[in-house]
C-alpha cells in the first residue's frame, strides 16, 4: 500500500504521484492521510478525483479526514471559496457532509498506525477508544478526535502545549506508550511540511509524509510518498519534485480576512 500526505489541492502534483507510483487498483492500493483541500487552487478538481478513484475501488483507495477538512479552516483556507466561485454553496454543503464521514485514521496489517495529525494528551488511548469517537460532527475545542487531527510530534520526552493552540506536542516515549498499548510497530503521520517530503522521527517508530512538493508554490520542499510492502510492512520513502500547473496562484481563493488575521499582505 502506498501512504500519501498532505495534498492541498496541488492537483498537478497528486496525478505526478500516479504517474511516479501508478494509479490506484486492486493490485496498487493507496492511502490519503487527510488534507486534499485548502490553499492550493486546485481543491475542487483533487478531491473529485480522489473521490472518484474511491468509488471505482472502494477497498483500495483510503481517505482520512484532516484538519483542513472543516468548515472553520475552509473558511479561510480558500476551499469554500473555490466551491462556490466553481459551483454553487449547495455543492459546498454536501462536500461539508462527506468530510464529516471520513475515517479519522487507519490501521494497515495489523502494524501500521496512521493518522493526520497525531497522538493524545493522554496515555493507554485504546484503539476501541478511538472507534468509539463518533466522527460525524465538526472537530471540537479538544478531546481524541481534535488530537488526532491537529497533534504534532516533537524531540523531547513527554507532552508540552502545541504551537498550533489545539492538540500536544508529543515526544518519542509516548509514542512508543500508544504502540506497545496498541501492539502496533509504526506511527504514520502527515500535517507538517519537510523539506524532503517525510521525516523519521522517535527513533524510526514515527514518520511524517507530506505529498505537497514546492508547498504554495513557494517553499521548494519535495513531496513524499510511503510505499509499505509485504507482511513486515517495510517503508519505502520516494520523495520527487514539484511539476508545472496553470498559472493560478496559491491562496487564489483564500478569505481575504486570512490576511488581517496574521498580518499577511
Same mark, same amino acid.
Given at each position: 500500500v502506498t501512504v500519501c500526505g498532505d495534498v492541498h489541492g496541488q492537483y498537478y502534483d497528486l496525478l505526478n504521484i500516479w504517474e511516479l507510483n501508478g494509479v490506484p487498483s486492486e493490485d496498487n492500493p493507496y492511502l490519503f492521510n487527510g488534507d486534499f483541500v485548502d490553499r492550493?487552487?486546485?481543491?475542487?478538481?483533487?478531491i473529485l478525483i480522489l473521490f472518484a478513484w474511491k468509488l471505482a475501488f472502494p477497498r483500495h483507495l483510503n481517505l482520512a479526514r484532516g484538519n483542513h477538512e472543516t468548515r472553520n479552516m475552509n473558511k479561510l483556507y480558500g476551499f469554500e471559496g473555490e466551491v462556490t466561485k466553481k459551483y454553487d454553496e449547495? #455543492?459546498?454543503?454536501?462536500?461539508?457532509?462527506?468530510?464529516?464521514?471520513?475515517? #479519522?485514521?487507519?490501521?494497515?496489517?495489523?502494524?501500521?498506525?496512521?493518522?493526520?495529525?497525531?497522538?493524545f494528551s493522554k496515555d493507554d488511548v485504546s484503539l476501541d477508544a478511538i472507534?468509539?469517537?463518533?466522527?460525524?460532527?465538526?472537530?471540537?475545542?479538544?478531546?481524541?478526535? &481534535?488530537?488526532m487531527l491537529w497533534s504534532d510530534p516533537q524531540p523531547g520526552r513527554g507532552r508540552i502545549p502545541s504551537k498550533r493552540g489545539v492538540g500536544v506536542?508529543?515526544?518519542?516515549?509516548?509514542?512508543?506508550?500508544?504502540?506497545?498499548?496498541?501492539? #502496533?510497530?509504526?506511527?504514520?503521520?502527515?500535517?507538517? $511540511?519537510?523539506?524532503?517530503?517525510?521525516?523519521?522521527?522517535?527513533?524510526?517508530? #514515527?514518520? &511524517?509524509?507530506?505529498?505537497?512538493?514546492?508547498?504554495?508554490?513557494?517553499?521548494?520542499?519535495?513531496?513524499?510518498?510511503?510505499?509499505?510492502?509485504?507482511?513486515?510492512?517495510?517503508?519505502?520513502?520516494?520523495?520527487?519534485?514539484?511539476?508545472?500547473?496553470?498559472?493560478?496562484?496559491? $491562496?487564489?481563493?483564500?478569505?481575504? $480576512?486570512?490576511?488581517?488575521?496574521?498580518? $499577511?499582505?
Open positions: 492550493g487552487s486546485f481543491s475542487v478538481e483533487v449547495d #455543492l459546498y454543503q454536501l462536500f461539508c457532509e462527506a468530510f464529516c464521514l471520513l475515517p #479519522l485514521c487507519h490501521v494497515i496489517n495489523k502494524q501500521v498506525f496512521v493518522v493526520h495529525g497525531g497522538l472507534r468509539r469517537v463518533n466522527r460525524d460532527c465538526e472537530p471540537p475545542d479538544e478531546g481524541l478526535m &481534535t488530537e506536542a508529543f515526544g518519542q516515549d509516548v509514542t512508543e506508550n500508544f504502540l506497545e498499548t496498541n501492539k #502496533l510497530k509504526m506511527v504514520i503521520r502527515s500535517h507538517e $511540511m519537510k523539506e524532503e517530503g517525510y521525516e523519521i522521527e522517535h527513533s524510526g517508530k #514515527l514518520v &511524517t509524509v507530506f505529498s505537497a512538493p514546492n508547498y504554495c508554490d513557494q517553499m521548494g520542499n519535495k513531496g513524499a510518498f510511503i510505499r509499505l510492502d509485504g507482511k513486515t510492512m517495510t517503508p519505502k520513502y520516494t520523495s520527487f519534485n514539484a511539476v508545472p500547473h496553470p498559472n493560478v496562484r496559491a $491562496m487564489q481563493y483564500a478569505n481575504p $480576512m486570512l490576511g488581517q488575521l496574521f498580518g $499577511m499582505s
